[in-house]
């Protein structure tokens, strides 16, 4: 039986992962090796299907008795930790949608999502409860895992895992100051894992005993669906890291065993720069799963490590349902390069007037699922905005905002964004989202942020500012504190990393800012050095107390 057929026998994340608990109860399903120094587990941590399942069905019985069903969503401030399959398993057993928080939201941003998302009940980990504190909670009760949990507030239209439940509302930075909330379907996720199992090529995985390693957060389609729905598909094991280490990287892939690796981009490039060792060599892995790598560093990391690396397109909204892959293609193709879209998937690329575009032309991506319904395993709409679903999917077809070109020989290229979005280690930041909050700052009269790359993180945030006293004086002291300010109310990696003053905006001759120029300009600021450079002073705030800069 294929990957294939077993999937679409599964109506949802717990199904999946009950029937490999029955296949296989002592087969692991997450492990964390003592080398990846958990604050919360320094021992590490192997837990079997069988010991995970008796967990999430005793959880699932106390959510049930306290009436949670479909109709219901609970917040989960749980990072990585086993905690959070526990909460997320019990809950989509019954209907429950969970919204995954990042733990390195701004009390203002954790309000944001909890009202959006009209959580009933937000579990956060004992770590995280000072921020869950800070925020304005409104309707929704907090307690960490363990608590009495209250009874559910939520109209409920029963309690079951129905393929076409809501499984997850995921919090997706568009062209919007706000970040949408995506609502995603036990179907989606099943799509998502079906994309991910039947990559093949480097990419193709084994029915049994394979072990994937990923550093990235919960909180994102790519850990949630590939990852964990992907094993659980499979009878797989996750290893779920709660952050990216590059001393501690190697020896958690060697120690774990694992077979399958996941990072971003700015991963390998980060990992080069580290003296060479022995775990690097000891590991099992077989191919690491690495959007969008810089073809300088790809073939290093390839034959340093002996790892090949598989570059993909997908999004939130898109899910497995339109994907690419370079699973299939030699080693060595060419940079920017996508691969080729999943059999699911119909795509067009349009210029600006809405026509197809010539081959090896650059145009939007416009994507939809063959056959019958165009929508399917996509994202089931934007929380409570029609506007944008419905722009989204004009005439017919998903706008992806992404500009890309398809070769001759089918492959697709990368080649630019048309959202105004910033991605930083693999965060979207959308720029108006930071404009705002640098609006709000006394020092600012008017500003302009724009992406520009690095080295490191593949894209860092810059900032144009006017100043709003003429006569204050340009200098570090005020640009230091601009990004002070902006980081009260700012995740840590949206701030930005450059300042530039200027007494003007470039404006089109609709007054609106001309973006384009603006990125040109932040470009030009950067070769001559006209900036002034707090990448440093970024790290200093991930490493800051929530709500303190």
């Known amino acids: 039986m294929s990957h294939l057929d077993v999937l679409m026998q599964y109506r949802s994340p717990y199904e999946a992962f009950a029937k490999a608990a029955a296949r296989r109860p002592d087969a692991p399903f997450l492990i964390a090796p003592a080398s990846a120094e958990l604050s919360y587990a320094r021992d590490g941590f192997r837990i079997s299907y069988g010991d995970m399942l008796k967990q999430v069905e005793a959880l699932k019985a106390e959510f049930s008795a306290a009436g949670y069903g479909c109709g219901a969503r609970v917040a989960l401030l749980l990072d990585n930790r086993p905690e959070f399959f526990v909460h997320w398993l019990a809950l989509n057993a019954l209907g429950v949608s969970i ?8 009390p203002d941003e954790l309000t944001y999502q909890l009202r959006k998302s009209k959580a009933d009940l937000l579990i956060a980990a004992y770590e995280r409860m000072a921020l869950a504190r800070q925020a304005d909670l409104g309707p929704t009760r907090l307690i960490e895992p363990g608590a009495a949990i209250p009874a559910c507030q939520s109209v409920v239209s029963g309690q079951n895992d129905a393929s076409g439940n809501e499984c997850a509302l995921l919090f997706t930075s568009g062209s919007t100051a706000l970040p949408k909330g995506c609502v995603l379907s036990n179907r989606y996720f099943t799509g998502v894992a079906d994309w991910y199992v039947n990559q093949g090529g480097t990419a193709a995985v084994k029915s049994e005993g394979e072990i994937n390693l990923t550093p990235l957060p919960m909180f994102h389609m790519n850990a949630l669906g590939a990852s964990a729905v992907g094993m659980m598909a499979i009878g797989g094991a ?4 709660d952050r990216f280490s590059a001393t501690r ?9 694992a077979t399958i690796v996941h990072c971003l981009g700015v991963i390998p490039a980060i990992l080069l720069q580290l003296p060479v060792s022995e775990a690097e060599r000891r590991h099992k892995a077989r191919f690491a799963f690495a959007p969008a790598v810089d073809v300088r560093h790809r073939a290093t990391f390839e034959e340093r490590y002996g790892l090949p690396i598989v570059d993909a397109w997908a999004m939130t909204e898109t899910g497995g349902a339109a994907a690419t892959t370079t699973a299939q293609e030699p080693s060595g193709f060419p940079s920017r ?10 795509y067009r690329l349009v210029n600006e007037e809405g026509e197809d575009v010539k081959t090896g032309e650059p145009g939007e991506l416009l994507v939809r699922a063959k056959g019958d319904d165009p929508k399917a395993g996509f994202f089931t709409a934007y929380l409570d905005d029609p506007q944008s679903t419905a722009e989204a999917w004009a005439g017919g077809w998903f706008h992806t905002g992404d500009y890309v070109s398809a070769g ?3 492959l697709l290229t990368f080649f630019d964004r048309k959202k105004s979005i910033v991605r930083r280690s693999g965060e979207n930041i959308a720029v108006l989202e930071v404009e705002s909050a640098l609006h709000k700052l006394p020092e600012v009269e008017a500003t302009a942020v724009t992406p520009v790359q690095d080295d490191i993180r593949g894209e860092e945030v810059f900032a144009f500012v006017v100043k709003a006293d003429p006569a204050a004086k340009a200098d570090a002291a005020l640009a230091e504190a601009i990004v002070q300010g902006a980081a009260a109310s700012l995740a840590y990696h949206k701030v930005p990393a450059y300042i530039a003053f200027v007494d003007a905006l470039p404006l089109s001759s609709t007054k609106k800012i001309a973006r384009g120029e603006v990125k040109t300009l932040a470009n030009n600021a950067l070769r001559d050095q006209a900036v002034f450079d707090f990448r440093a002073l970024k790290a200093q705030l991930r490493k800051a107390p929530a709500g303190k800069a």
């Open 408 to 410: 001759a020989d089918g």
């Open 249 to 257: 990287w190697w020896a958690c892939v060697a120690d774990s065993e």
């Open 238 to 241: 996750v290893v779920p890291l």
């Open 337 to 346: 390069c996508i691969g080729r879209p999943a059999q699911s998937m119909d």
């Open 99 to 106: 919204a995954p928080i990042n733990p390195d939201l701004r």
